[in-house]
Nanobody
Framework: QVQLVESGGGTVQAGGSLRVSCAASGRTFSRYAMGWFRQAPGKEREFVAA????????YYADSVKGRFAISRDSAKNTVYLQMNSLKPEDTAVYYC????????????????????WGQGTQVTVSS
């Protein structure tokens, strides 16, 4: 049974930092690309960042490039999203996801490329 559990969300003032984590279990996740998405109230889920199976390649949405950093610790089956210089428009529920359909595959940038999702963690940035 594949399970992804996010943690680390919370409320922070604009300009602050937060790190969210996603602990994976049920498979050998070191073979798979993983990603972070977010969904704000009344908006569609949008891509934030992705990391390949080795952690050697990453990709970011333009809206977070230079402020957010995705990383992974394969020994702990955990992926992280470090968020700096947070803005009120970053307020959303943040979801991690894994593409378990492809071993050593490319980083997906759309939600339909991922087949397992966490339950989400709320990030609120106050102005």
């Amino acid at each position: 049974q594949v399970q992804l559990v996010e943690s680390g969300g919370g409320t922070v003032q604009a300009g602050g930092s937060l790190r969210v984590s996603c602990a994976a279990s049920g498979r050998t996740f070191s073979r798979y690309a993983m990603g972070w998405f977010r969904q704000a109230p009344g908006k569609e889920r949008e891509f934030v960042a992705a990391i390949n199976w080795s952690g050697g390649s990453t990709y970011y949405a333009d809206s977070v490039k230079g402020r957010f950093a995705i990383s992974r610790d394969s020994a702990k089956n955990t992926v992280y999203l470090q968020m700096n210089s947070l803005k009120p428009e970053d307020t959303a529920v943040y979801y991690c996801a894994v593409d378990s359909k492809r071993w050593y595959g490319n980083m997906g940038r759309t939600a339909n490329e991922y087949d397992y999702w966490g339950q989400g963690t709320q990030v609120t940035v106050s102005s």
